[in-house]
Each structure stands twice: as C-alpha cells, then as structure tokens.
C-alpha cells in the first residue's frame, strides 16, 4: 500500500515540482536553459518558421522564462502574435492575444492571465503551443514514439488540447521540460484521457 501511495501523481507531482526548485538555484541550470532557448530559436528558424501565432505559458514556480526569447521572434516579422491562456470556469482554456507590457489579472491559481474582455486582445487559436512540464514521459506504439506531459493536475490543458486538435489538425503542441524530468514507466504512465505532445523541447533538442 506505502508504495502505490508513493508514486500516486500527486505525492510525485510535489517530489518534481521540489526538485526544479532546487534545480533553478543550482549550478547547471544556467547551462540547462541556454541550451534550451538554444534548441526552441533553432525551431523557430527552421520547423517554426511558417507559425504566425505562438502560445506561451506566464511563468510561476520556476518554470522557465522563454517571454524574451517569443517576444523577440514576434518583433522580428510583421504579423506574428503571441498569446496566453485564461482558464474559463468549465476547466478549458482560451488564449488572447499578449503584447510585452499588457496589464495582467491573477486566476485563481495566481497566474497572470489576460482580461479577456479586453477588445483591443482578441481571442487567438495559436498555430503553436508551448507548455510548461513538471515531468515528462515517452512511450513507443507500434513504431511510433509519444510524448507525454505531468503537469499540475487540473486537466485544462488536456481538454483544450483535445478540442483544438479536432479544429486545427496542424496545431504543434510543444511540451518545455528538462532532461532530469523524464519519468518511466514505473513512476507515471499517461492515462486514455491525456493528450500526447508533438514534441518535446529540453536542453537536449528538439525531441519529435
């Protein structure tokens, strides 16, 4: 019973979300997230390239900070954008149109999230997702490798994922992790409900 209890995601969500503390004030990590905004503008150039509409992630609890690096690529050609989530009462998110400088509201999660009544922010459906992982996983079906996202438990993401799949079949949802967050099997295995990502962005490469 001691060791179903230990790896329930929950008590393993708080054992990763330690860890990256530790991990962010510690002497790798300067090197771990060069290499990865490194590897995301090598995206950005290359597979990235005919993307319009980016959606970033606010970060909180030490996540990684990639608003310079998206803000940067925004200016760099008329016409792209960059959005954030909001996440509606029905657990689903929508993403507005983000500009660096935009009044914020904290949800209830405290993240920063725009106003969605704001009219000169519309509602975007982003070409591109970007999203934080506490950990990750992969998995081979029948010759074809997955990759699968533990993030913080409230199934927002997965259900606005499922949704935007069946509107834009060519949506690229990218999960942002590092190498040391890779789970096995043993520890978390993806459920029917998760959606798998695209591909996954650590200071490794880009994994797809």
């Known amino acids: ?8 995601p929950k008590t393993l969500r708080q054992d990763l979300l330690k860890q990256r503390k530790e991990f962010a004030a510690g002497a790798q990590y300067t090197q771990a997230t ?10 950005l150039e290359n597979g990235g390239a005919s993307l319009l509409s980016i959606a970033l992630y606010w970060p909180i609890q030490d996540e990684l900070d990639l608003r310079s690096t998206l803000v940067a690529w925004s200016k760099n050609v008329s016409g792209r954008r960059l959005a954030l989530p909001f996440a509606r009462p029905d ?6 149109e983000w500009q660096d400088g935009d009044a914020l509201i904290p949800s209830k999660h405290g993240v920063p999230e725009p106003d969605p009544n704001d009219l ?7 070409d591109c997702i970007l999203i934080p992982c506490v950990g990750w996983s992969r998995s081979n079906v029948n ?3 997955h990759y699968w996202r533990l993030g913080y438990g409230g199934g927002y993401f997965d259900r606005t994922l499922a949704d935007l799949r069946v509107k834009n079949p060519k949506l690229i949802c990218i999960g942002i992790g590092f190498d040391w967050q890779k789970l096995d099997d043993a520890q978390w295995a993806a459920q029917t409900h998760d959606e798998p990502l695209d591909a996954l962005l650590t200071e490794s490469g880009y994994l797809r």
């Open 143 to 145: 010759g074809k490798t």
């Open 120 to 126: 000169a922010r519309p509602a975007i459906s982003p």
């Open 1 to 8: 019973m001691d060791d179903m209890h230990a790896n329930s």
């Open 34 to 43: 060069e290499a990865l905004i490194t590897h995301l503008n090598a995206f």
């Open 91 to 96: 657990k689903h998110l929508d993403f507005y």
